[in-house]
């Protein structure tokens, strides 16, 4: 396409592959591949060039191995009949070959994207349908109105759509040409469009196709239907099984010449060309069964989040290849097990590292844990080391550590209060001072987890904490929500089966230990004994005897979540995150006392003299009220503005953690007076957590930009390249 978008220009001729800019073709990509650049010292592995074939090439026909190589060439296409993109890689033994690549670097921003995934109504070629996209479109469809939309195909041709706007936020449908493009395009349910706006506004449309046995029916009834016999097999391209022996005979001879290969983006499939260094920098990691690993995983509809999982065994060839040497079972995803490349997933690290094995858990407890002692006394709350505290409070919160120049806003400590405080009676601002001491604590009576702040404005005041930070690992944790039936106390059922089910995560903290009674200690030092059972494979834990009891001691209740800490020495403590919501007694859960709100803010007013102390009761919906410095003056330099595409990092109930994306609807007239609270974002997609609000006032400090995964493109630069 020329640099100026010939907008009249015929479809590339049959068999031709537009070459496409990256820009363009990496949000047309599943899972936005990393590939190397042309120039790199990468290692070929065959079995990943032959899973590109399907099942059109089985693994008996040839060996698996790693062939080291030199990528002279990358190149990015889109096939001229399916529009499917695919990157071509051209492998060589010459280290010294020059690198050619259509694979290009922008600089800046300017492209952005909006992924929908089709629904069966919006491809019902007998009626009139219509495509309603989500309030992220916002960013591809700015500045336009209610009119006819043209968009631009891979083939460069035109596309007219009717094209309507309504709601707050801005609702975009197609209506007009929608049911043309889905039957040209032969779209089925489960395939997802991709608008793509370029930094001149220019939009181009593509699709990423579907491979399930869902879609194979819908496309076989469309070729029924259509007079093509062909609908079918051009709806997906694969490799040709030609072209991965060619490559595997190249690499067994030594590599002599080059050879080429295609790469299909798919979500199942990794790149098989890998960069040298990043293959040597996996597998100095000493993998080994049980450890804990994490990937990054980009769903249909474009939200991307992270998949947790624990690693089951190891591949008896990883000696010899590593490709797919890990069997990882996942902890919460629709294909529970799945064989891993070292390099594609990354070791989670110890949210908190391991504490000194003769330290005290609880400040409360002697160090040798006197299991028989008494509950603390009423009024009394127990100091928690932060390996424990951290845990078992919501979104394990990001707390200044004592010494710290920080600013107090009061508005938020005011929200610790909940609704026993009103707006009106303070003024809202934000106060610059330092951060004398920070404890950590849990109710004596609630076992819920709170911290202390003293604040002074005497910044050479010495720090005093019970946050400490600990070397090495060996704490971990599980979350379990409690249903209805696991806090029905008055159930009486005589079958034997398990009065709690815990998650297949929780072996991490139960292992090792057998069907016997388990023993934990609560927050105030109070044994626990209860019937341990352990079953199947993965293997799963419940507890039996002895649960019912503490239900009814802990006043635990449908919503509430269970917490299980192990630490070092493989001593178990239980917690609880308490539900909040309509449906609970608020005397569960404590909140901050409004005099100590009262008290901090006539204080700051006064120009802070002497010192004062707040509380902070940690809560998904509720930030840290004491902010370092450093980090808000940072997120205060962004130059904020409405449209703005922004992500925050979001931890569940059950303590899985995903990324919330959405955008910047407005932002507060008071700004400039005091952040708290400033931004007004509309999030994307809230699935991830149904108690998600849709639209919530927002921090800076607490999401940050989403960088344009292509940045901008210089003006004279081709958009789309056809022969």
């Known amino acids: 396409m020329p640099s100026n978008i010939d907008k009249g220009k015929a479809l590339s001729a049959a068999g031709e592959s537009p070459v496409i800019d990256r820009a363009i073709w990496k949000p047309l990509a599943f899972s936005s591949p990393n590939f190397p650049s042309a120039g790199s010292d990468v290692y070929y592995f065959s079995e990943g060039h032959a899973e590109q074939c399907g099942s059109r090439l089985p693994k008996y026909l040839f060996p698996s191995f790693a062939f080291s190589c030199h990528l002279a060439a990358v190149n990015l296409h889109a096939d001229p009949t399916t529009e499917q993109v695919f990157a071509t890689f051209s492998l060589t033994t010459d280290f010294s070959s020059p690198a050619t690549t259509t694979d290009k670097t922008f600089s800046g921003g300017g492209v952005t994207s909006v992924v929908k995934t089709l629904s069966k109504s919006e491809t019902n070629r007998k009626s009139k349908s219509y495509l309603m996209l989500p309030p992220s479109a916002l960013d591809v469809f700015r500045h336009l109105e209610d009119d006819d939309l043209e968009v631009y195909d891979l083939n460069n041709r035109r596309w007219r759509f009717g094209h309507m706007v309504s709601g707050s936020p801005p609702m975009y449908v197609l209506t007009s040409g929608w049911g043309h493009f889905v039957s040209s395009k032969m779209l089925v349910a489960g395939d997802a469009v991709v608008f793509v706006r370029d930094a001149d506004g220019i939009i181009f449309v593509g699709c990423r196709r579907c491979d399930g046995d869902e879609c194979d029916v819908m496309a076989m009834n469309m070729e029924a239907a259509s007079s093509s016999s062909t609908t079918k097999t051009l709806r997906k391209k694969r490799e040709e099984p030609e072209m991965v022996i060619e490559a595997i005979r190249w690499a067994v001879e030594e590599g002599e010449g080059m050879v080429e290969g295609r790469f299909y983006p798919d979500s199942k499939l990794p790149v098989y060309v890998v960069k040298k260094e990043v293959v040597e920098t996996a597998m100095s990691v000493q993998w080994k069964r049980g450890m804990r690993v994490q990937k990054k995983w980009e769903r249909a509809v474009g939200f991307t989040c992270w998949l947790h999982g624990t690693v089951r065994a190891l591949s008896p060839e990883s000696i010899k290849n590593p490709w797919r040497m890990l069997e990882v079972i996942w902890d919460k995803t629709t294909c529970k097990r799945t064989m891993e490349n070292p390099w594609d997933v990354e070791p989670v690290q110890a949210l ?85 001491a920070v404890n950590l604590h849990s109710d004596p ?178 930030p840290v009220y004491v902010v370092k410095k450093e980090v808000v003056e940072t997120a205060m330099r962004v130059q904020w503005k409405r449209g703005m595409r922004v992500q925050k990092k979001w931890e569940m109930a059950d303590g899985f953690r995903c990324w919330l994306h959405g955008s910047v609807r407005a932002l507060s007239p008071e700004s400039f007076k005091n952040p708290w609270r400033m931004l007004e974002v509309i999030w994307d997609k809230t699935t991830c957590d149904e108690t998600t609000c849709k639209r919530t006032m927002e921090n800076p400090w607490d999401v940050e930009p989403v960088q344009a995964l292509i940045s901008e493109m210089p003006e004279e630069e081709e958009i789309l390249i056809l022969d």
């Not at 299991?371 to 409070?393: C, E, F, N, Q, Y």
């Not at 120049?405 to 106060?431: N, T």
Request: contains cysteine; glycine residues 8%; neutral net charge.
């Open 445 to 622: 009576t609630t076992e819920q987890v709170f911290a202390t702040f003293s604040l002074t404005t005497d910044f050479s005041s010495p720090a005093t904490t019970t946050a400490k930070t600990f070397s090495g690992s060996g704490i971990t944790s599980v979350v379990k929500i409690l249903s209805e039936s696991e806090t029905n106390g008055k159930s009486k059922s005589k079958s034997k089966s398990f009065a709690l089910m815990l998650p297949p995560r929780a072996h991490e903290v139960f292992r090792n230990l057998e069907d016997d009674d388990l023993t934990v200690y609560d927050l105030n030092n109070q044994r626990w004994r209860f019937g341990h059972r352990v079953s199947g494979s993965p293997p799963m834990h419940g507890l039996t005897s002895g649960w019912r009891h503490y239900i009814s001691s802990k006043k635990l209740v449908a919503g509430d979540a269970m917490v299980f800490v192990r630490d070092g020495d493989g001593i178990i403590f239980v917690g609880c995150r308490r539900y909040d919501g309509d449906e609970c007694d608020t005397l569960r859960k404590k909140r901050e006392e409004p005099e100590m709100v009262i008290e901090a803010i006539r204080w700051a007013v006064e120009d802070g003299e002497g010192m004062v102390e707040g509380r902070y009761y940690p809560d998904s919906r509720l």
């Open 352 to 436: 908190i590292t391991e504490m000194d094995k003769k330290k005290k858990i609880v400040d409360t407890m002697p160090s040798k844990i006197d299991k028989g002692k008494a509950p603390s006394a009423a009024g009394v709350s127990p100091v928690i080391d932060r390996a424990i505290w951290k845990p078992l409070a919501f979104s394990s919160p990001n707390i200044p550590s004592a010494g710290s120049d920080v600013y107090y806003f009061s508005e938020g400590h005011a929200e610790q209060c909940g609704s026993r405080l009103p707006k009106y009676l303070f003024p809202s601002f934000a106060f610059p001072c330092h951060l004398a």
